[in-house]
Every structure is written in C-alpha cells, then in structure tokens.
C-alpha cells in the first residue's frame, strides 16, 4: 500500500539540505584557501629555490690570465689550460681598490713569468755603436803648387802612391822667370856692401819661390844661371795626388802635387742626434777594422762637430791614431763601440727597457700595489730621459722603492685592455673591445686599432718565424722607394705583394710573449692593408703607408729586423704637418711621403741592427 508523503516532511527534508550545503560550502571554501596559501607558498619556495639555483648558474668562471674568456662554470682556460675562477673572487675586498688595478693570482703569475724590481737610482751607462772611416789628419797634407811659371823637364814621382821623404826631388823645371832672378841675385852680391837692400831683396824673392838656403848659395858660388831646377819635397808622405806630367807647361799657381803624412790618421765616426748627449771629449772608443781582423784598437775622442749634417743627420766624432806601420788606410772602415757615463757625479732613476711600454708619444710602466693580499699591479704613465743602455733614465713618475713589473709587462697590459681597463693601447678607460679574431679555436675579443698606438715590448723568434717575417719586410721596402720615387705603378704592386706576404704568415710560428705581441701588432697592420690594392691615386696609398710604417716600426721594435740594418726615419712635414715615421734599408734620406718634391726633408732617429 502506497504510503501518503506529508508536506510538513518536505518541507523540513529541504531546509536540511540547504543547511548542509551551506556548511560544506564554509566548509570546503576555508579549506581551499589554506590550500591555495599552501600551494602558493610552495611555489615561491620552488621559485626562489630556482632562483639560487638560476644565480649559481650565472657565475661566470674567467681566466685571470685571458680575461676574455667566460664560462658559465668552472673548468681549465681554453689557451693557457690554467683553472677557471670565478669573476668575483678577482675582485679585492679592500674599501680602496683602484677600479684599473689588475689581479693576478700566484699560478697566472708563474705562468706569465712576470717578474718585479724595485725601483732604484743608479749611474747611468749607455753602450753606443759607431761606424766610421779612417782619414788622413788635415794638419799633415801638403799641398805643392808652382811659385813660378815654367815647362816641365822631368818627372822623379810617376805615380800616386808613391812615398817620399821631405827635401826628396819630385821633379826638374825649366824657368825663364827664375833665370831672371838669379842674374838679378848674381848682380845684387856685387854690391852687397855699398847696397845691402838690394841684396837682401834679390834673396828674398828666391826664397819666396821655394829655393833653399843651399841652393841660393850654390848660385851665388858659381857665380852663374842655372837652367833647371828641382822641385823639392814640403814633407815626409805619401803622394796622393800628381797633377802634371812631362813637357806640361805651368803658371804661377798651378797645383804640382799632393803629399799626406799618414804616420797619424784620423778616425772619423758617425753619431746620431740621440747619441750626442752620450759622447764627450776625453771618452775611450775601442773600434775594430774589417781588414785587420782579431785585433781591437781603442783611442780617446778629441773632437765632435759642431754642426749636423743636413742630409745624414749625423755628427762626426774624431778619434786620433798613431799609424807608424801604415796599418790604417784613408777610407778604411772601421766600428766602434763608446761605452759612456753620464752624470757620473749623480746618481737618477733607472728602470730596465723590459719594463717600459714605449709609444713614442706615452712611456707606460705596471706598478705593483702594495698591500695587496692578491697581487696587484695598476697603468702609470711616466716621462722617459735618454736611453742607457739596458734601462731608460727616468725624468718623472716614479719613486725610489716603488716596484714594477720588469717582465711579461706586455701580458699585463693585454688582460687590463681586454677587461676593459685602462692600458697602453687604451689609455681612456673603459673601452672595451670590439670585433674578436680566433686563436686556436677560442674567440678572443680585440679593439678595432684605429686609435692603437703600438707597443714595443720585446720578444725573442725563434729561425721560422723570422724567416716567415722576410717576404714582409722585402715588400715593405719595395713599397718604400717606389713611393720616393714616385711610382705609383709599383707601390701598388708592392702593396699587394706586402698584403699577400702578410696574409701567408702562419701565426703558428709565435709562441709566448712573441704570439701575443705578434697578434696586437697583425690588427693594426692589417687595418692599413686592407684596400692597399684599391687606392686609384699615390696620395691615398701614402695616407694608407702611414699605418703600415707604424705597424713595421713596433715589428721591428719588438723582433729586431730579420733582414740587414734598417734605419728608423722621420720626417715633420709628412701626415698634415704632423710628422710620420718609415722604416728604410739605408741612411740617406729618401722621403717615401712626398718623392721628389721634398726627397731629401727627413732625419734618421734609430738604428735596428
């Protein structure tokens, strides 16, 4: 039987259905907050736990050796195989870092072979290198010239040569003139007593045309003329010179001979404007002559000359030798070598060359920081004296017991210019580098070398790689004297030789301080080759000679010359009056800028042997 539902029962069924979904509702809404909360809180725990995680990632391990390199994690330096460190811990913690100073841990110093000297004062010394030549001593050449006209007779000196002794007849003149004088002489003796004046005058006038004592007695003796008379040597020599032959007619005046003493000889040797300073009278040079092997002379400077030589920019430095065996000819070469002492009485400020980062316009040295548990160094720039022989004098930027870096110098400039930091080739700090060449398959950020200016840190080649530098240079210096000569033509062919010789050395063959030098130097020279072949007018290719002639100049400066000497030249009018360099394969002067306009403008400021 079918049970009636009550109304009353609905009604309550339902309020207790709205009732539970009411409290499930607070219920499950509460909870799905603290749940929410919860989940967000896990989240930002995984969040920042990612974000430690993301900050450990972004560590950047670097090599303090080449600052260029940048790994996301720690590992060996891809060039040098030194561990990686991380960035940060180059960092100093003092609260006074110079930001320019550059780090280096004791294993990159190793590596680097980088050595410290304190600065110290000390005599300067200077070895210099001369070349000169033997010549006679002006004070001893005799010159033998006709004081009376007449016709040769004979001749008892044939050649030029010869050796004579003073008073040792040279030859035999017939003279009317001196025909004349005798009779003259002859009649003045007969009245020597009632006119002594006359007398006295008639021997004079013979004596004036070179006869003896003896031989004005000899006439006055026989009491008659003589027809010939011989011609009588001034000196003791060596005849250098004959101007007549036998028959030759003379006049009064006419040059006879040349007789030079040659039992004391000069040595005449060259010094450059920057050697000057160096050289005084008094200063011993030991020389050596190519034709009298094994055996050192040596002799005291006793003169230098006052004026420059307009053509050779040289002085000469004369030295004086006793010669009694004619060991020494007139224009025998010889090399000498003057070691010198300036300021001997004073002491100055010395620092070796391996130290000095030299441009030209800026001297650059790496100062050691004191009290720095990491060694640091920092870029100073100084202003250098005169050079002395293994050191350069310093005029200012530097104290007594300062130290600097005396070698890898180089290395330390390459990572502050590759971390950005004030160098040599980047005195304005904070330019970083631009572009990057490859070096055994690691990019290596490089400045673009348009404002470079070069080093001349030194490095040894090894017999390759000199040989690899020859085809350079060879085109280099048929690039010179094509420019002085104003072919156009073969300078640009030369251009294209010097490009094609640089792009085939192997870059290989340098290794140690020598590939790092080799490497700064290669972007500047390549810079100035790179449109060598495509400039339509000789202006433009000596605008783009420049860049080449500096970039040859620091080769050479760090390599020395794999060819013979070459001369370093300057000239103030080239480049808009603001003077250039080039390098040439022989002292005089022949002006690649402006060829045969200005040809001779120019000065030679170094040799490179």
């Known amino acids: 039987m079918r049970k009636k539902i ?5 009604i309550i069924a339902g309020i207790t259905m709205l009732a539970g979904l009411f409290l499930g509702w607070l219920f ?59 960035m940060e ?7 006074h870092v110079d930001p320019n100073e550059i780090q280096m841990t004791e294993s990159a110093l190793a590596l680097a072979s980088i050595q ?12 210099i290198h001369l070349m000169g030549k033997v010549q006679a001593d002006e004070r001893k050449v005799s010159a033998l010239t006709a004081r009376f006209g007449g016709r040769i007779e004979k001749l008892y000196v044939n050649y030029t040569g010869q050796k004579v002794r003073k008073g040792e007849k040279l030859g035999t003149i017939y003279s009317p003139d001196l025909i004349n004088a005798q009779k003259e002489l002859l009649e003045a003796s007969l009245h020597k007593e009632t006119n002594p004046d006359f007398y006295r005058s008639a021997r004079t006038r013979l004596k004036l045309w070179d006869l003896t004592e003896e031989q004005i007695e000899a006439i006055e003796n026989r009491g008659e003329t003589k027809s010939y008379f011989d011609i009588l040597s001034p000196a003791s020599g060596t005849v250098t010179k004959r101007h007549v ?106 620092v070796p060359k391996s130290s000095v980062l030299w441009t030209g316009k800026r001297a650059v040295v790496y100062v050691k920081v004191p009290d720095r548990e990491t060694t640091s160094f920092i870029y100073r720039e100084i202003e250098l004296g005169a050079e002395a022989g293994n050191f350069y004098i310093v005029a200012d930027g530097l104290s007594v017991g300062e130290e600097i870096a005396t070698n890898g110098v180089f290395k330390i400039d390459a990572a502050a210019q590759l971390a950005g930091k004030k160098s040599m080739m980047n005195p304005e700090e904070g330019k970083r580098m631009t572009g990057h060449n490859h070096i055994d398959g690691t990019s290596m950020e490089m400045t673009s070398g348009s404002d470079l200016e070069v080093n001349t840190s030194k490095a040894n080649l090894s017999g390759e790689a000199s040989d690899a530098l020859q085809p350079l240079y060879s085109s280099y210096l048929e690039l010179t004297e094509a420019l002085a000569n104003d072919n156009f033509e073969n300078a640009s062919s030369s251009g294209a030789d010097m490009k094609n010789a640089f792009e085939n050395i192997d870059m290989g063959l340098f290794h140690g301080d020598a590939h790092d030098i080799w490497m700064t130097h290669a972007v500047n020279l390549e810079k100035s080759l790179e449109h060598v072949a495509h400039h339509s007018s000789i202006k ?18 760090s390599f020395g010359t794999p060819v013979d000497t070459l001369f370093i030249q300057y000239c103030p009018m080239a480049n808009n009056d603001e003077g250039a360099n080039w390098i040439s394969d022989y002292s005089e002067i022949r002006n690649p800028y402006f060829g045969d306009m200005m040809l001779a403008c120019g000065e030679t400021q170094d040799t490179i042997q």
């Open 6 to 10: 009550n109304k009353r029962d609905i």
């Open 28 to 86: 499950f809404h509460s909870t799905g907050s603290d749940a929410t909360e919860s989940q967000i809180a896990e989240v930002n725990g995984e969040a920042a736990h990612d974000h430690e995680a993301h900050d450990d990632e972004e560590i950047t391990y670097t090599c303090s050796m080449h600052p260029q390199i940048k790994q996301d994690k720690p590992g060996l330096c891809p060039i040098c195989a030194m561990d990686l460190v991380p």
């Open 89 to 95: 811990s180059l960092d100093s913690e003092g609260e």
């Open 116 to 127: 410290t000297n304190e600065v110290q004062r000390g005599a300067p010394e200077k070895e």
């Open 245 to 350: 032959s036998v028959g030759d007619y003379l006049e009064e005046g006419s040059a006879l001979f040349e007789v030079v003493d040659l039992s004391d000889v000069w040595v005449l040797f060259d010094a450059y404007e920057n050697d000057l300073p160096w050289i005084s009278e008094g200063d011993e040079i030991k020389f050596t002559a190519q034709s009298i092997p094994n055996d050192i002379f040596s002799g005291n400077v006793t003169y230098i000359d006052p004026f420059i030589d307009p053509q050779t920019r040289v002085a000469e430095v004369r030295v004086e030798i006793d010669n009694p065996d004619f060991l020494f000819k007139p224009e025998m070469f010889v090399s000498g070598i003057l070691t010198s002492e300036i300021a001997r009485n004073t002491e100055q400020i010395l």
């Open 540 to 557: 433009a290719l000596r605008a783009a000679y420049k860049g080449m002639s500096d970039a040859m100049i620091a080769l050479t400066r």
